[in-house]
């Protein structure tokens, strides 16, 4: 079978023609489907997945309209094809539509950029209006229309299309994308289906999603109002880590034709865990992060609910219409009455309480899948926002939501409020390592929950060594992914032995974070890791080389040739990260400190300096340039450098550590001591600054 070529349409040219796109070997194409599951095929073809990617005849609206995209201009045509015409401070690019992402509430264009890569644009057509979008409005900067955080090939195609393959050709420098389907179709969840229509039917879907039949559940139970399960299962159910492999926020660690949707997704890909930045504490999503971290951690999905209890596997939407969807497994009459809800009936619904929304994509309204139950009072405590003040009290405050529900249900305290409050303290440097372990320690809880709180140990991930130890063998993926990363702040000695047992992990993400410790231990060194640590590396190696396109592939591949003793190729690498994507911070910093192992001092601190040059608010080129003016033998530049450090970034206990240090060696002690009481005051749970001010209040010559 052949699918048909992308048509690239410069503009005021005719269509040029390009060669068929072999389909990939085992699909078969969602057609083939409709013999033997009519039914099925009939509601997906309305479905969002079925029009995830469509060509720009998809469109819903007209191709007319210009809109500023941060410092860059994107005008959009119909003739002769649609088109874009992009203005930036470099000129002016005009690049062919070559296909339409989405259906709705947002459509937004791909048009073929430079050297055959997909692009997306940074604006869309708001379906219901027919009015044209800048799509992030509160970033300025996009990145620029052309950058890396908008190309297609790497970010959006993986997930709008089946059978995906990224055509990186690093020697040529060039994209040409295949895929086998231009939409989510059958084969994209249930997998190639040539081996299973040859059979007839019967079997030869070797990567099929779990499926979960609706019909497990009990009805309500006249006690609780809530359903069980009827077919004594317990547990989470392994359908939802299918989904997550486009419904979360991962970094995918193997071809697209190796993913293993029947698997946990740490098999395959690197997810994001409860994040600063990315997260509330307890869970609930800030930035872009999809469903499944939300729903990871909910009680929901403790009990086995999956995704397709909620929603029709085929057309998508809800099995049942708005709220009856709860109330197939939640009592109706328990718990829509007021003393439920204390909310006049009909005020205030499930959704409105317990899936509060966030808009991306400047219109794209998505509910949080947590399931959280709202509590003010705690938000309060901790200066988070409330469920209450953020929809539907927007015109109200935090304080009053507390007062307002202090009487009700929800004031008492529940199962989560011991791991938001852990992840809270420590995410705002108050880590409480015995608090953290306990979570870390619990079965009871959500595994994601648990990764997190291992890797929010920080500072105290020493003094619960034993804890971290014995998640790292835990029989939860998800957990040991968490107490790897967090095993890296344990000494050599007591980390290598444990990190050596992961290297045989079957889920990737443990295993490349087990590898890449040991590695930065000089486990390569050593005879008896040296070939157990072999194959991993050749998978890294391999996951750098897909990712070539990208300046995260060429910064793994930098990493890996310093740790092999091979500095020119890490510098080579390096370089081609910056010019990949400038904005990559560690790879200015990994940069300079390559050339300074060289004793190109004078090199590396040109580098940090035109780094800062280009973001001067990151902290750790600071910091990195204030330990080469100390190199350099420029004192005072140094301590004005290490103090920005730490102004920028306070919550970086090796920041002020090194300021102190500094300062100390420069005749002045009171000024170290203050800094490390300012630390303190940030960190009480560091031993190493503890140890530091122990060491300075010492009587010394500089006293």
Not at 44 to 63: I, K, R
Not at 300 to 323: F, K, Q, Y
Not at 513 to 524: P, Q, T
Request: hydrophobic share 45%; proline share 7%; with cysteine.
């Amino acid at each position: 079978m052949w699918l048909a070529g992308l048509i690239l349409v410069a503009c005021g040219q005719a269509p040029a023609p390009t060669p068929p796109v072999e389909v990939p070997a085992g699909y078969v194409g969602s057609a083939a489907c409709v013999r033997c599951h009519a039914d099925e095929v009939a509601r997906w073809q309305a479905s969002h997945h079925a029009l995830a990617l469509t060509p720009p005849t998809g469109l819903q609206g007209a191709w007319d309209g210009a809109v500023a995209a941060g410092s860059d201009r994107v005008e959009l045509g119909a003739a002769p094809a649609p088109h874009a015409r992009v203005h930036t401070a470099d000129g002016v690019v005009e690049a062919p539509v070559a296909w339409v992402l989405g259906r709705d509430p947002v459509q937004q264009p791909v048009v073929r950029w430079a050297r055959g890569a997909l692009q997306a644009l940074p604006v869309g057509l708001e379906v219901a209006t027919g009015a044209w979008l800048d799509l992030v409005p509160d970033d300025a900067g996009h990145g620029g229309v052309g950058g890396p955080a908008w190309n297609a090939d790497h970010q959006c195609l993986d997930c709008h299309t089946t059978g995906f393959e990224k055509g990186w050709d690093a020697a040529a420098g060039t994209h040409a994308s295949t895929w086998a389907e231009a939409a989510v179709g059958c084969e994209g969840c249930h997998g190639p289906g040539a081996a299973h229509v040859a059979a007839g039917g019967q079997g030869g879907l070797d990567a099929d999603v779990p499926a979960a039949d609706p019909a497990r559940w009990t009805p309500p139970d006249a006690a609780t109002g809530i359903a069980g399960r009827a077919d004594g299962g317990s547990g989470p159910h392994p359908q939802v880590e299918a989904c997550g492999r486009c419904h979360a926020r991962r970094a995918l660690l193997v071809a697209r034709s190796d993913q293993q949707p029947d698997r946990a997704l740490v098999t395959t890909h690197r997810p994001t865990l409860i994040e600063p930045g990315l997260h509330l504490p307890d869970g609930r999503m800030q930035e872009e992060v999809f469903s499944w971290a939300p729903f990871r951690r909910s009680r929901m999905h403790e009990a086995g609910v999956a995704c397709t209890d909620c929603h029709d596997p085929h057309a998508g939407g809800l099995r049942a219409p708005g709220e009856a969807t709860c109330a197939r497994c939640h009592d109706t009459a328990r718990f829509a009455d007021v003393e439920h809800t204390h909310h006049p009936v009909g005020a205030a619904g499930c959704i409105d309480c317990h899936m509060p929304v966030r808009t991306y994509l400047a219109r794209d309204v998505r509910h949080d899948h947590g399931f959280e139950v709202p509590r003010p009072a705690r938000d309060l405590a901790l200066g988070l926002p409330s469920a209450c003040t953020t929809a539907c009290h927007d015109d109200r405050d935090a304080a009053w939501a507390a007062e307002a529900t202090s009487g009700w249900r929800l004031a008492r305290r529940r199962w989560d409020d011991a791991w938001t409050e852990a992840l809270a303290g420590a995410w705002a440097g108050r880590p409480d390592g015995d608090a953290l372990g306990a979570v870390v320690a619990d079965r009871l809880l959500p595994g994601l929950v648990r990764a997190s709180a291992a890797v929010a140990l920080g500072e105290r991930t020493e003094a619960q060594a034993g804890t971290v130890l014995a998640a790292a063998a835990d029989p939860d993926p998800l957990v040991r992914f968490g107490a790897v990363r967090a095993l890296g702040r344990l000494p050599p000695q007591v980390a290598a032995p444990a990190l050596a047992e992961r290297l045989d992990d079957g889920a990737r993400a443990v295993r490349f974070e087990a590898a890449a410790l040991l590695r930065d231990l000089g486990g390569s060194q050593r005879p008896e890791l040296a070939g157990r640590l072999a194959p991993v590396v050749a998978e890294l190696r391999a996951q750098a080389r897909r990712d070539g396109d990208r300046a995260e592939g060429l910064l793994l591949e930098g990493t890996l040739a310093w740790q092999d003793g091979a500095p020119e190729v890490a510098e080579a690498a390096y370089r081609q990260a910056l010019d990949r994507d400038p904005e990559l911070v560690a790879a200015w910093v990994d940069l300079a400190d390559v050339l300074r192992a060289q004793g190109r001092e004078a090199e590396a601190l040109r580098t940090l300096d035109e780094g800062l040059g280009r973001h001067p608010e990151a902290a750790v080129l600071h910091h990195a340039r204030g330990l080469a003016l100390v190199r350099a033998g420029r004192k005072s530049e140094a301590l004005d450098a290490l103090r920005r450090a730490v102004e920028l970034d306070p919550g970086e206990v090796r920041h002020a550590y090194v300021l102190a240090i500094a300062l100390h060696d420069q005749g002045q002690p009171a000024a170290a001591r203050e800094v490390l009481d300012a630390a303190r005051a940030r960190h009480p749970a560091s031993e190493a600054l503890r140890a530091l001010r122990t060491s300075l209040d010492r009587p010394g010559p500089a006293e």
